[in-house]
Protein backbone atom coordinates (compact mmCIF):
# COMPACT_ATOMS: atom_id res chain seq x y z
CA UNK A 1 0.00 0.00 0.00
CA UNK A 2 1.15 3.60 -0.70
CA UNK A 3 1.82 5.60 2.46
CA UNK A 4 1.07 8.81 2.47
CA UNK A 5 3.18 11.07 5.03
CA UNK A 6 1.49 14.28 6.31
CA UNK A 7 3.74 17.36 7.58
CA UNK A 8 3.19 19.34 10.26
CA UNK A 9 0.97 16.95 12.05
CA UNK A 10 -0.44 20.14 13.63
CA UNK A 11 -0.27 23.91 13.43
CA UNK A 12 -1.01 26.58 15.32
CA UNK A 13 -1.51 29.80 13.06
CA UNK A 14 -3.34 33.29 12.90
CA UNK A 15 -6.18 34.90 10.88
CA UNK A 16 -4.11 36.30 7.49
CA UNK A 17 -1.01 33.83 7.78
CA UNK A 18 0.04 31.93 5.10
CA UNK A 19 0.23 28.12 5.78
CA UNK A 20 1.79 25.33 4.04
CA UNK A 21 0.98 21.35 4.56
CA UNK A 22 2.99 18.62 2.79
CA UNK A 23 2.11 15.21 1.70
CA UNK A 24 4.81 13.11 0.79
CA UNK A 25 3.61 9.36 -0.93
CA UNK A 26 6.06 6.59 -0.44
CA UNK A 27 5.83 6.14 -4.10
CA UNK A 28 4.34 7.93 -7.21
CA UNK A 29 1.21 8.47 -7.37
CA UNK A 30 0.89 10.71 -10.79
CA UNK A 31 -0.88 13.35 -10.10
CA UNK A 32 -4.14 11.30 -8.07
CA UNK A 33 -3.89 13.16 -5.21
CA UNK A 34 -7.23 15.30 -3.45
CA UNK A 35 -6.79 17.41 -0.74
CA UNK A 36 -9.48 17.07 2.20
CA UNK A 37 -10.65 19.73 4.72
CA UNK A 38 -13.02 18.35 7.84
CA UNK A 39 -14.46 20.43 10.86
CA UNK A 40 -15.33 18.52 14.02
CA UNK A 41 -18.28 16.29 13.82
CA UNK A 42 -18.48 16.83 10.03
CA UNK A 43 -17.92 14.28 7.09
CA UNK A 44 -14.77 15.54 5.09
CA UNK A 45 -14.86 17.58 1.99
CA UNK A 46 -13.18 17.66 -0.90
CA UNK A 47 -11.02 21.37 -1.51
CA UNK A 48 -8.51 19.98 -4.06
CA UNK A 49 -7.94 17.03 -6.81
CA UNK A 50 -5.83 16.46 -8.99
CA UNK A 51 -3.09 17.96 -7.42
CA UNK A 52 -3.93 21.50 -8.48
CA UNK A 53 -7.93 21.67 -9.05
CA UNK A 54 -9.95 23.64 -6.66
CA UNK A 55 -13.50 21.96 -6.35
CA UNK A 56 -16.34 23.83 -7.38
CA UNK A 57 -17.19 26.83 -4.92
CA UNK A 58 -14.19 26.54 -2.88
CA UNK A 59 -12.58 30.19 -2.29
CA UNK A 60 -9.01 30.81 -4.17
CA UNK A 61 -6.83 31.03 -0.99
CA UNK A 62 -6.68 27.28 -1.36
CA UNK A 63 -4.34 25.87 -4.02
CA UNK A 64 -1.97 22.86 -4.29
CA UNK A 65 1.05 22.40 -6.09
CA UNK A 66 3.70 19.56 -6.37
CA UNK A 67 4.90 16.33 -8.26
CA UNK A 68 6.13 12.53 -8.02
CA UNK A 69 6.68 12.49 -4.06
CA UNK A 70 6.19 16.03 -2.99
CA UNK A 71 2.74 17.73 -2.89
CA UNK A 72 1.59 20.51 -0.72
CA UNK A 73 -1.54 22.42 -0.02
CA UNK A 74 -1.17 26.15 0.65
CA UNK A 75 -3.63 28.31 2.35
CA UNK A 76 -2.76 32.05 1.23
CA UNK A 77 -4.09 33.53 3.69
CA UNK A 78 -6.31 32.00 7.00
CA UNK A 79 -10.10 33.21 7.76
CA UNK A 80 -11.66 31.68 11.17
CA UNK A 81 -13.42 28.77 8.94
CA UNK A 82 -9.85 27.72 8.01
CA UNK A 83 -9.12 26.01 11.31
CA UNK A 84 -9.43 22.51 10.70
CA UNK A 85 -8.21 18.94 10.01
CA UNK A 86 -6.75 18.42 6.78
CA UNK A 87 -5.74 15.13 4.38
CA UNK A 88 -4.16 14.47 1.57
CA UNK A 89 -5.79 11.23 -0.38
CA UNK A 90 -4.33 9.00 -2.98
CA UNK A 91 -6.47 7.39 -5.17
CA UNK A 92 -3.52 6.49 -7.69
CA UNK A 93 -4.06 2.53 -7.17
CA UNK A 94 -5.83 0.61 -4.14
CA UNK A 95 -5.98 0.49 -1.48
CA UNK A 96 -7.19 4.23 -1.25
CA UNK A 97 -4.88 5.62 1.00
CA UNK A 98 -4.86 8.80 3.11
CA UNK A 99 -2.44 10.90 5.20
CA UNK A 100 -2.90 11.11 9.08
CA UNK A 101 -4.06 14.38 8.96
CA UNK A 102 -2.93 17.78 10.05
CA UNK A 103 -4.56 20.08 12.73
CA UNK A 104 -4.79 23.36 12.28
CA UNK A 105 -5.10 25.54 15.11
CA UNK A 106 -5.61 29.35 15.83
CA UNK A 107 -2.76 30.76 18.02
CA UNK B 1 -29.34 18.10 -4.85
CA UNK B 2 -26.78 15.07 -3.68
CA UNK B 3 -27.13 13.62 -0.39
CA UNK B 4 -26.22 10.18 1.05
CA UNK B 5 -27.68 9.02 4.33
CA UNK B 6 -26.17 6.38 6.35
CA UNK B 7 -27.76 3.95 8.86
CA UNK B 8 -27.59 0.86 10.91
CA UNK B 9 -25.04 1.81 13.20
CA UNK B 10 -24.87 1.15 16.82
CA UNK B 11 -23.15 -1.21 19.62
CA UNK B 12 -22.19 -5.05 18.90
CA UNK B 13 -20.16 -7.47 20.91
CA UNK B 14 -17.00 -8.63 19.69
CA UNK B 15 -17.50 -11.35 16.90
CA UNK B 16 -20.94 -9.81 16.53
CA UNK B 17 -22.53 -8.60 13.61
CA UNK B 18 -24.10 -5.35 11.59
CA UNK B 19 -25.55 -3.71 8.27
CA UNK B 20 -24.49 -0.56 7.26
CA UNK B 21 -26.75 1.10 4.56
CA UNK B 22 -26.17 4.48 2.48
CA UNK B 23 -29.11 6.08 1.00
CA UNK B 24 -28.63 8.17 -2.07
CA UNK B 25 -30.38 11.14 -3.87
CA UNK B 26 -30.11 13.49 -6.16
CA UNK B 27 -28.26 12.11 -8.77
CA UNK B 28 -28.29 8.44 -10.92
CA UNK B 29 -27.22 6.09 -8.31
CA UNK B 30 -26.50 3.13 -10.60
CA UNK B 31 -23.97 4.82 -13.24
CA UNK B 32 -21.41 6.31 -9.78
CA UNK B 33 -18.87 3.44 -7.73
CA UNK B 34 -18.75 4.23 -4.14
CA UNK B 35 -16.74 3.52 -0.81
CA UNK B 36 -17.11 3.35 2.80
CA UNK B 37 -14.10 5.15 4.65
CA UNK B 38 -13.95 4.68 8.42
CA UNK B 39 -12.77 7.03 11.26
CA UNK B 40 -11.91 5.43 14.67
CA UNK B 41 -12.79 7.93 17.71
CA UNK B 42 -10.04 10.84 17.58
CA UNK B 43 -8.03 9.18 14.59
CA UNK B 44 -7.61 9.78 10.92
CA UNK B 45 -9.20 8.59 8.07
CA UNK B 46 -9.12 5.06 6.39
CA UNK B 47 -10.69 3.69 3.04
CA UNK B 48 -12.84 0.56 4.07
CA UNK B 49 -14.22 -0.17 0.67
CA UNK B 50 -15.10 0.37 -3.29
CA UNK B 51 -17.65 -1.22 -5.61
CA UNK B 52 -18.48 0.01 -8.93
CA UNK B 53 -21.23 1.22 -10.28
CA UNK B 54 -22.73 -2.28 -11.62
CA UNK B 55 -21.54 -3.81 -8.65
CA UNK B 56 -19.01 -6.42 -10.28
CA UNK B 57 -15.65 -4.79 -9.08
CA UNK B 58 -15.12 -4.33 -5.42
CA UNK B 59 -11.88 -3.94 -3.44
CA UNK B 60 -11.59 -4.03 0.33
CA UNK B 61 -9.06 -2.75 2.68
CA UNK B 62 -6.91 -6.24 3.63
CA UNK B 63 -7.74 -5.52 7.48
CA UNK B 64 -11.59 -6.32 6.44
CA UNK B 65 -10.79 -8.90 4.00
CA UNK B 66 -13.01 -11.81 4.39
CA UNK B 67 -15.17 -10.06 7.63
CA UNK B 68 -17.18 -7.15 5.57
CA UNK B 69 -18.76 -7.55 2.43
CA UNK B 70 -19.49 -4.22 0.25
CA UNK B 71 -23.02 -4.94 -1.87
CA UNK B 72 -25.63 -2.20 -3.48
CA UNK B 73 -29.12 -2.23 -4.53
CA UNK B 74 -29.38 0.04 -8.04
CA UNK B 75 -33.21 -0.38 -7.94
CA UNK B 76 -33.23 0.92 -4.28
CA UNK B 77 -30.22 3.69 -4.79
CA UNK B 78 -28.49 1.60 -1.74
CA UNK B 79 -25.14 1.26 -0.55
CA UNK B 80 -24.68 -1.23 2.19
CA UNK B 81 -21.81 -2.91 3.92
CA UNK B 82 -22.46 -6.13 5.82
CA UNK B 83 -19.87 -6.17 8.54
CA UNK B 84 -19.32 -9.46 10.61
CA UNK B 85 -16.52 -11.01 12.90
CA UNK B 86 -16.76 -7.44 14.25
CA UNK B 87 -13.29 -6.51 16.37
CA UNK B 88 -12.67 -3.66 19.17
CA UNK B 89 -10.62 -2.24 16.35
CA UNK B 90 -13.51 -1.97 14.50
CA UNK B 91 -15.13 0.85 16.32
CA UNK B 92 -15.26 4.02 14.02
CA UNK B 93 -17.66 6.44 12.60
CA UNK B 94 -18.49 5.36 8.99
CA UNK B 95 -18.82 7.36 6.24
CA UNK B 96 -19.76 6.54 2.79
CA UNK B 97 -18.71 8.35 -0.11
CA UNK B 98 -19.10 8.79 -3.95
CA UNK B 99 -17.03 8.71 -7.04
CA UNK B 100 -16.54 11.83 -8.75
CA UNK B 101 -16.90 10.35 -11.99
CA UNK B 102 -19.44 7.86 -13.92
CA UNK B 103 -18.89 4.92 -15.15
CA UNK B 104 -15.73 3.98 -13.68
CA UNK B 105 -12.69 3.83 -16.04
CA UNK B 106 -10.12 4.38 -13.16
CA UNK B 107 -9.95 5.28 -9.76
CA UNK B 108 -11.49 8.60 -8.47
CA UNK B 109 -11.22 11.27 -5.78
CA UNK B 110 -14.51 11.30 -3.70
CA UNK B 111 -16.70 14.48 -4.44
CA UNK B 112 -19.98 13.40 -1.92
CA UNK B 113 -20.14 11.97 2.00
CA UNK B 114 -22.56 11.18 4.25
CA UNK B 115 -22.73 12.30 7.66
CA UNK B 116 -21.09 8.92 9.06
CA UNK B 117 -23.10 6.17 11.47
CA UNK B 118 -20.98 5.01 14.15
CA UNK B 119 -20.41 1.76 14.95
CA UNK B 120 -18.93 1.02 18.22
CA UNK B 121 -17.88 -2.73 19.02
CA UNK B 122 -17.81 -3.61 23.03
CA UNK B 123 -18.42 -5.78 25.31
Known amino acids: AIQLTQSPSSLSASVGDRVTITCRPS??????LAWYQQKPGKAPKVLIYDVSILDSGVPSRFSGSGSGTDFTLTISSLQPEDFATYYC?????????FGQGTRLEIK | QVQLVESGGGVVQPGGSLRLSCAASGFTFSTYGFHWVRQAPGKGLEWVSF????????YYVDSVKGRFTISRDNSKSTLYLEMSSLRADDTAVYYCAKDSAPWEQGIYYFDYWGQGTLVTVSS
Open chain 1, 89 to 97: QQFNSYPIT
Open chain 1, 27 to 32: QGISSA
Open chain 2, 51 to 58: IRYDGFNK
